[in-house]
């Protein structure tokens, strides 16, 4: 499967731990998108990278979470000290710069869930 | 700042019938248009991209105008079928950046 992987699917956990999610994207992609998507709701643009630099975080990106792509090809997003608000879909994109498209495929999601 | 809103948030039509769901954005400087599919649970399956230059994308049966003007997308669906039934969601990019601002989405059911 070529396709973008995220892991894991489902991550329950408890108010105040941590959690890390990790985005696999196409491999020859240099764009990596984070969205957050709560339920009955589109998602909302968390941050992107293009290759291992950040380029832009959304303000919905408090100081708890954080996200790397250290080498320009999987990202890591953390949350630190979890809140019941950060329950949410978080999905990753990822797309080839080609000027004036840019199409991005998406993940199929990890679904958080904060006790 | 951008927004999209697609109205209705959810819809219920017979299979056979034909769907027009509408996505309308308040700054019509936009640089491409772009509707997808989302199933329960999972990710979301891009279904046509407008660049900002074009009026409308053709898949199948399904097409999708942009009049940029006016701020609105309308994305047609000819002769439903109950596999049809998802969330569709229209998502703008802005002229000269890079993320999708999403409209709420429309939930459609195709009865059988």
């Known amino acids: 499967d070529t396709g973008v992987s995220q892991d894991p699917r489902h991550k329950i956990t408890k108010r105040g731990q941590n959690v890390t999610f990790r985005c696999d994207p196409i491999?020859?992609?240099?764009?990596l998108y984070w969205y957050r998507q709560t339920l009955g709701q589109g998602p909302e643009f968390l941050t992107y990278?293009?290759?291992?630099?950040?380029?832009?975080k959304s303000r919905l990106l408090s100081d708890r979470f954080s996200a790397e792509r250290p080498k320009g090809s999987f990202s890591t997003l953390e949350i630190q000290r979890t809140e019941q608000g950060d329950s949410a879909m978080y999905l990753c994109?990822?797309?080839?710069?080609?000027?004036?498209?840019?199409?991005?495929?998406f993940g199929p999601g990890t679904r958080l869930t904060v006790l | 700042k951008q927004e999209v809103t697609q109205i209705p948030a959810a819809l219920s039509v017979p299979e056979g019938e034909n769907l027009v769901l509408n996505c309308s954005f308040t700054?019509?400087?936009?640089?491409?248009l772009q509707w997808f599919r989302q199933d329960p649970g999972k990710g979301l399956t891009s279904l046509l991209l407008?660049?900002?230059?074009?009026r409308e994308q053709t898949s199948g049966r399904l097409n999708a105008s942009l009049d940029k003007s006016s701020g609105r997308s309308t994305l047609y669906i000819a002769a439903s079928q109950p596999g049809d039934s998802a969330t569709y969601l229209c998502?703008?990019?802005?002229?000269?950046?890079?993320?999708?601002?999403f409209g709420g989405g429309t939930r459609v059911l195709v009865k059988p």
């Open positions: 994109a990822s797309s080839w710069t080609s000027g004036s498209t840019d199409t991005q495929y």
């Open positions: 491999s020859e992609h240099n764009r």
């Open positions: 990278f293009q290759n291992e630099a950040q380029l832009e």
């Open positions: 700054d019509s400087a936009i640089y491409n």
């Open positions: 407008i660049q900002s230059s074009q």
């Open positions: 998502a703008v990019w802005r002229a000269a950046g890079n993320k999708l601002t």
